[in-house]
């Protein structure tokens, strides 16, 4: 999404905080409130709108990409974009509460059932979110992934990983659902070989949600969705019910999203935490610390 962020610009779109001031007409919401944004502002006129389908409006303003973001100590947003947040929900894990609304609704796009085997490609924060998801309503579920300090994370969460340097995943696959192959694999890796390895994996009539932003076209292998009757889903955003059905996940430790915050730093480092995600470092999520006081607001 590089191309659609103006220089220079306020980012991050992932955050909770404390409501400072509120605006003339704001009556729902009182200083010191704390809440997380649903940072997204559609049209109302476009197609996409009138079909019911505001988060993917032709004309979305997604804050923080498009407009100013949550990095800066005071941020003006509109009150129709605020999710309250239960007072005990500590702000540092309530920062988490925006990706967490993105495996919802990947969870939610896909239909992933109870007992349905279930490969993610891809163990970043996302992936793992999708996993933790998935599991919870009761799917089976393995996660891809090349880092060896991302798949002890998820190892250390419950979940089960394969190195795909490693291992055949699709053989593995294979000998996990007897023959089948999986009901759904979620592509959450953005890189050509998971796409490969999405497809391969997949039983008859499996479904793949395509979750990541892949930066250019990438080649599918559409003989293998035409023999085994596959479908492809693709899932952007949320909506308001994954947001509150997310704050929900990670109030009641669903998520437990303290332990998928690699460290916390303050806003004069922020340069550092873009580098070691870009270096593909030892971390999971980073927190920003926007505020005066630590516990005051994270993106
Ligand atoms: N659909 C949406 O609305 C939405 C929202 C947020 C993020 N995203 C996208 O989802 C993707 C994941 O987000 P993230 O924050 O977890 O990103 P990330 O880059 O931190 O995670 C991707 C992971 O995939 C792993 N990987 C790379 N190649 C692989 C392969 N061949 N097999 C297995 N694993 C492989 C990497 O090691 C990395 O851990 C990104 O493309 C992001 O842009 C989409």
Known sequence: MDARVARPAVLGHEMSGRILRTGPGVT??????????MPLRWDDTCPACHAGHRHICHNLDFIGIDSPGAMQQRWTVPASTLVRLPATLPLDQAALVEPTAVAVHDVGRAGVREGEKVVVVGGGPVGVLIALV??????????????????????DLGLTTWDPAAVDVPVLVQEWTGGAGADVAFE???????VETAVEVLRVRGRLCLVAIHPRPRQMNLHRFFWRELTLVSARLYDRTDFETAVGLVAEGTIPAQRLISKVVPMTEAASAFTALEDGGDVMKILVDCGDDTQEAHA
């Open 134 to 155: 998935a599991g919870s309503t009761g799917a089976d579920v393995r996660v891809v992934e090349l880092s060896a300090h991302r798949r002890k994370l998820a190892e």
């Open 188 to 194: 959450v890796s953005g890189a050509a070989a998971g």
């Open 28 to 37: 729902d919401w009182q200083p010191g409130d704390t809440v997380t944004v």
